[in-house]
Protein backbone atom coordinates (compact mmCIF):
# COMPACT_ATOMS: atom_id res chain seq x y z
CA UNK A 1 0.00 0.00 0.00
CA UNK A 2 1.65 3.14 -1.06
CA UNK A 3 1.32 5.90 1.37
CA UNK A 4 2.38 9.88 1.42
CA UNK A 5 2.81 11.26 4.78
CA UNK A 6 3.49 15.23 4.88
CA UNK A 7 6.04 16.68 7.71
CA UNK A 8 7.53 20.51 8.29
CA UNK A 9 4.70 22.75 8.61
CA UNK A 10 4.29 24.92 11.25
CA UNK A 11 3.86 28.64 11.79
CA UNK A 12 6.54 31.31 10.94
CA UNK A 13 6.30 34.91 10.78
CA UNK A 14 6.51 36.65 7.37
CA UNK A 15 9.40 36.41 5.34
CA UNK A 16 10.56 33.29 7.04
CA UNK A 17 11.24 29.80 6.09
CA UNK A 18 9.94 26.46 6.28
CA UNK A 19 10.95 23.29 4.28
CA UNK A 20 8.11 20.63 3.71
CA UNK A 21 8.71 16.91 3.24
CA UNK A 22 6.94 13.84 1.89
CA UNK A 23 7.91 11.11 2.84
CA UNK A 24 6.43 8.18 0.31
CA UNK A 25 5.77 4.10 1.10
CA UNK A 26 5.36 1.48 -0.61
CA UNK A 27 5.61 0.28 -4.16
CA UNK A 28 4.35 3.18 -6.68
CA UNK A 29 4.88 4.27 -10.13
CA UNK A 30 5.46 7.61 -10.98
CA UNK A 31 6.23 10.28 -13.17
CA UNK A 32 5.24 13.47 -11.35
CA UNK A 33 4.95 14.47 -7.80
CA UNK A 34 3.42 17.80 -6.89
CA UNK A 35 3.01 20.04 -3.99
CA UNK A 36 -0.83 21.44 -3.37
CA UNK A 37 -2.75 23.91 -1.29
CA UNK A 38 -5.41 24.80 0.37
CA UNK A 39 -6.51 27.80 2.21
CA UNK A 40 -10.11 28.12 4.65
CA UNK A 41 -12.90 28.76 1.71
CA UNK A 42 -10.73 28.37 -1.39
CA UNK A 43 -9.70 25.73 -4.07
CA UNK A 44 -7.37 23.41 -3.80
CA UNK A 45 -4.56 24.52 -5.82
CA UNK A 46 -1.33 23.51 -7.30
CA UNK A 47 2.14 24.94 -6.10
CA UNK A 48 5.25 22.91 -7.58
CA UNK A 49 5.45 20.12 -9.50
CA UNK A 50 8.39 17.72 -10.54
CA UNK A 51 7.83 15.82 -13.62
CA UNK A 52 9.54 12.81 -14.74
CA UNK A 53 12.51 14.83 -16.51
CA UNK A 54 13.48 16.55 -13.37
CA UNK A 55 11.98 19.85 -14.18
CA UNK A 56 10.21 21.62 -12.22
CA UNK A 57 6.84 23.44 -12.32
CA UNK A 58 5.93 26.64 -10.26
CA UNK A 59 2.96 28.70 -9.55
CA UNK A 60 3.45 32.21 -10.52
CA UNK A 61 2.62 33.02 -7.19
CA UNK A 62 5.23 31.15 -5.27
CA UNK A 63 7.75 31.31 -8.12
CA UNK A 64 11.42 32.74 -7.17
CA UNK A 65 10.55 31.92 -3.20
CA UNK A 66 10.01 28.32 -3.04
CA UNK A 67 11.48 25.65 -4.30
CA UNK A 68 10.61 21.66 -5.13
CA UNK A 69 13.15 18.77 -5.06
CA UNK A 70 13.11 15.19 -4.19
CA UNK A 71 15.38 12.36 -3.17
CA UNK A 72 15.17 9.57 -4.86
CA UNK A 73 17.17 7.66 -2.65
CA UNK A 74 15.33 8.31 0.82
CA UNK A 75 11.91 8.75 -1.90
CA UNK A 76 11.14 12.02 0.08
CA UNK A 77 10.20 15.08 -1.73
CA UNK A 78 10.29 18.62 -0.38
CA UNK A 79 9.12 22.47 -0.78
CA UNK A 80 11.54 24.66 0.20
CA UNK A 81 9.43 27.69 0.86
CA UNK A 82 11.33 30.87 1.52
CA UNK A 83 10.00 34.96 1.67
CA UNK A 84 6.64 33.27 3.31
CA UNK A 85 3.76 35.47 2.85
CA UNK A 86 0.55 35.89 4.61
CA UNK A 87 -1.32 34.46 1.47
CA UNK A 88 0.63 31.10 1.83
CA UNK A 89 -0.81 30.02 5.07
CA UNK A 90 -2.98 26.66 3.74
CA UNK A 91 -2.92 23.07 4.35
CA UNK A 92 -0.16 21.70 2.00
CA UNK A 93 -0.55 18.47 0.72
CA UNK A 94 1.62 16.22 -1.71
CA UNK A 95 0.72 13.93 -4.53
CA UNK A 96 2.24 11.48 -6.94
CA UNK A 97 1.28 10.64 -10.25
CA UNK A 98 1.53 9.85 -13.75
CA UNK A 99 1.35 12.70 -15.20
CA UNK A 100 1.62 16.30 -13.74
CA UNK A 101 -2.16 17.69 -13.58
CA UNK A 102 -3.37 20.86 -12.68
CA UNK A 103 -6.56 18.83 -10.65
CA UNK A 104 -4.79 16.88 -7.18
CA UNK A 105 -7.93 14.72 -7.35
CA UNK A 106 -6.38 13.31 -11.01
CA UNK A 107 -3.34 12.11 -9.23
CA UNK A 108 -3.09 8.14 -8.10
CA UNK A 109 -1.63 9.07 -4.55
CA UNK A 110 -2.34 12.00 -2.42
CA UNK A 111 -1.12 12.65 1.55
CA UNK A 112 -3.15 14.06 4.29
CA UNK A 113 -1.35 17.38 4.37
CA UNK A 114 0.41 19.29 6.72
CA UNK A 115 -0.37 22.98 7.93
CA UNK A 116 1.44 25.94 6.96
CA UNK A 117 0.71 29.35 8.94
CA UNK A 118 2.20 32.60 8.31
CA UNK A 119 1.75 35.80 10.41
CA UNK A 120 1.99 39.01 9.68
Known amino acids: QVQLVESGGGSVQAGGSLRLSCAAS???????MAWFRQAPGKEREGVAALDSAGVPHYARSVRGRFTISKDNTKSVLYLQMNSLEPEDTAMYYCAAGLACYIVFSSYTYGGQGTQVTVSS
Open 26 to 32: GQYSSHC
